[in-house]
């Protein structure tokens, strides 16, 4: 891909250091840094500081390598919408070419650095979430099917599963729990997103759910999704990562989600008009929150089993 491609006139001046930080998608790799942290302090391995804090670097910088290729690839559509039209590719502030650059070698560093401070798996698993995250979805998954944010959410599953390695240098069925509780979790968070920017992803022909199916269809599988998300969620609970904070924040969590989300199953598009997406915007507000605490509840059962001892690890069910 050429900077010519795009067909992006780049008439401001030179990027600023605030440029460069947009490229790699703070936001997001906020969210990654956060589930993995999370599941590294959570694991049954404890992880050296200085370990630790390097590892968290490294995905960071992964997880900004992965927005810094996205960007560089979406710059010609990205303009187009209003949500992104912003973005440092897209609006000229940094060419294509030197966000591909920046994505590469971002990539090569943070890959070849964890296996240094961490391990080869953990090298592994980030290496395959920059490619999945990347190529998987940017390049292949989001601009030909509906399900892009199905699949593709996969790559922003990855990060807790990756902080699991980190510490055990394992997978484990727990950080497949993990790994699940994000990948249930993002059709509806998006899909709520998508029902209400629709008119952007249309204008720029991305397929997604709420454009191919309708949104009757979308709201009725955001609902499937919410049910099949609780179980998940609240599962770790039972192992020896949770524990009754844990449990607890869980099962009042997923009640609270589908309280929110129940109700899309015979929404009508008369109703949605009429309070402008109302429900659709708080459920996608409150899936912020829902998946910020599922991972601090795991963090504070952490610290509560190194204060009070690990009782819950002896009656723990896997």
Not at 60 to 88: E, H, K
Not at 110 to 133: E, H, K, Q
């Amino acid at each position: 891909m050429t900077d010519a491609a795009y067909n992006i006139a780049r008439s401001a001046p030179e990027p600023e250091f605030r440029d460069y930080v947009a490229l790699l998608k703070p936001r997001v790799m906020s969210l990654s840094i956060f589930t993995a942290a999370a599941a590294m302090i959570a694991a049954p391995t404890a992880v050296h500081p200085v370990i630790a804090m390097a590892a968290i670097i490294c995905i960071a910088v992964g997880a900004g390598a992965s927005g810094a290729l996205n960007m560089w690839w979406d710059a010609d559509i990205d303009a187009q919408m209003a949500r992104t039209s912003q973005r440092p590719a897209a609006s000229g502030k940094v060419t294509p070419s030197e966000a591909l650059a920046v994505g590469l070698a971002l990539s090569l560093l943070s890959v070849m650095m964890l296996g240094l401070f961490a391990n080869p798996l953990s090298a592994f698993i980030l290496a395959f979430t920059i490619f999945f995250y990347a190529v998987v979805y940017t390049m292949w998954l989001k601009r030909s099917t509906p399900q892009n944010i199905v699949i593709g959410g996969a790559a922003g599953a990855f990060p807790p599963m990756l902080g699991w390695a980190v510490a055990t240098g394992e997978v484990s069925f727990v950080s497949v729990l993990l790994f699940g509780l994000i990948f249930l979790w993002t059709p509806p968070h998006f899909w709520a997103l998508a029902l209400f920017r629709n008119i952007d992803y249309e204008r720029v022909g991305v397929p997604m759910m709420p454009i191919v199916a309708g949104h009757r269809s979308t709201r009725r599988q955001m609902v499937i999704y919410s049910i099949l998300l609780a179980p998940v969620a609240i599962a770790p609970g039972f192992s020896t990562a949770g524990g009754y904070v844990y449990l607890a924040t869980a099962i009042v969590l997923n009640a609270w989600f589908l309280k929110l989300a129940l109700p899309l199953w015979t929404r009508t598009e008369a109703e949605a008009e009429a309070d402008r997406f109302a429900p659709e915007k708080a459920l996608f507000r409150a899936s912020i929150i829902y998946l910020f605490l599922h991972f601090a509840a795991l963090m504070v059962e952490a610290v509560t089993k190194s204060a009070i001892g690990d009782y819950w690890a002896a009656h723990a069910l896997f």
